[in-house]
């Protein structure tokens, strides 16, 4: 159990820069997500925090004590590979007593913690196995079983589950809360998957081009995004972003957009931006087809079971609506929206979230 | 379906294949089982009459069972070191980030290259200024320089080919990067380890060139020099020869039939991932 903090952290891979600067806490107990596109420097991250790259600044606390110096089998932590990373000669039992060994635990004990481990785990029946004789989800357990044996102060996951199928996905994302309960441990874990990282995390941290774009609760970073960015990555379908100017009409502020020939009003806080030019950005799920502002023409609808989702075209943009799954309009038809104004989300031109 | 025809010719193929790189072979093995008669007979004789007659002679008269322990000595420090060695080079070769690692193990190739004939004269002058002529360690010296090369580039292929995640969780789980690679990167790499080990003992038993050079020592001298330099008072010892060269093979071919499947696939790795 520990607290992690990360400090200024910087990394280059030769001229790339990978981690510019950034800092980060993980609360003791918590489970915190590092959620980034591809290349975004997560796993790069999750290296340093174990030891197996250098960063080229900065500092690493775990627990409150420095380990920026220290090798990783003397962080007191444990990882969780992509690709799993069993020990393709030692059996399933072997695999979960090695960490045991190298530690130099003794037989009695190396025993008692395997047995826990395989029981929490359900891989009583395996443990004779070789890793090749094992399925995906199978292996997938004896990974997170030979990093809870030893009980680190930090387990660290690296896209546990991006090598299962959806159904087992669904099924592992249940258990790793539930472990998460039991062993009220610290964890890291690293996803490119928004939906993995809205259901498993108690804490999200975006990652993108090296920084820390957000950090804190799921819910606030969907429904509260500091930039352009988290906005975007954030939701399925993604956000609608309409560019344009905040003028001032008649009795309120109205958001002018010439290459879509759109005037949308805007709430009446809206009016102190008079004459800037924003973003406005709309989640699909409040825009849903009904008397409104709002118009486009109907391109295609996506039935996605309880729901339909409805890509439309005005001018040069391009909107995403929800409606009913038994919402049917034929294609070219203009749809009129209804919009729900207090969830409106307004950005600079920086990208930065207005408030 | 293939043909009979096609059938046939392969056969036909394997079978000329087979019998023209065995049949020395079979002719020494015959002719060390012949007596003294029937080894000069005109027309020779194909049936042997399974006479031990030259073996017990090549050990008693000729000093085999020296050259034997020789080679097994010379040859069995050459892999041990080579291995070793390479271990630890092709595995800094294999995982280090460092430029300029392409350009290593071209120039070992290269090294490789090099006509015997051009370095047996400096070869020589190093170990007479050492004093290592006519000792063990003079041979063995240049054969691990000579059989490196290709150690590192195999055991550098299977490095490669071995996830690096696997030694991120070896250093996770408590090793050190020595225990790392001797716990998980080598078991991992028995195939690459074996094919190597095989074709540098190979190589050392086989050698011929600097052995008649650096050994003159009769009591020194390896398999290959020893037998090449059977003399008879008045005649060849063909028979004595055959038996020797005879028992100079078999080891290899033990070995090679003991560890063919490891052997195959290690000679095989790197063309198919797996």
Known sequence: MAELRLENISKSHGREKVLESLSLTVPDGGFTIILGPSGCGKSTLLRLVAGLDRQDRGRVFIGGAEVTGLAPKDRDVAMVFQSYALYPHMSVAQNLAFPLKMRGASKTQIASQVERAAGLLGLEGLLARKPRELSGGQRQRVAIGRALVREPALFLFDEPLSNLDAQLRQNMRVEMLRLHKRLAATMVYVTH???EAMTLGSDIAVLAQGRVQQAG???EIYSRPANLFVAGFMGSPAINLLPGRVELEGGGPVLSCPSAELKLPLPAAAASWGGRSITLGIRPERL???AGPLAGRLELIERVGPESVLHLSRGALDLRAKAPADFAAPAGQSVSLRAEPESFLFFDQQGRRLV | MRSRGQKAAFWLAAGLAGF????????FVITSLKSQGSVTAIPPTLLPE?????YWSAFAGYGLLGFVLNSLLVAGLTTALTISIA????YALARLRLRGTG???GLLLAVGMFPQTSLAGPVWRILQALGWLNTYQGLVLPYVTLTLPLGVWILTTFFKELPRELEGAALIDGCNRWQALWRVILPLSAPGVFTAAILVFIYAW?????ALLIMSDRARQTLPVGIALFQGQYTMPWGEIAAASTVATLPLVAMVLLFQKRIVSGLSAGAIKG
Request: no cysteine.
């Open chain 1, 217 to 219: 609760p799921p819910g």
């Open chain 2, 20 to 27: 023209f790189s065995l049949a020395p072979f079979l002719w």
């Open chain 1, 288 to 290: 849903s087809p009904g």
């Open chain 2, 50 to 54: 399974g006479s031990l007659h030259f």
């Open chain 2, 206 to 210: 086989n050698e011929f060139f600097f």
């Open chain 2, 103 to 105: 350009l290593v193990l």
């Open chain 1, 193 to 195: 998957d928004q939906v």
């Open chain 2, 87 to 90: 271990t630890l080079a092709a």
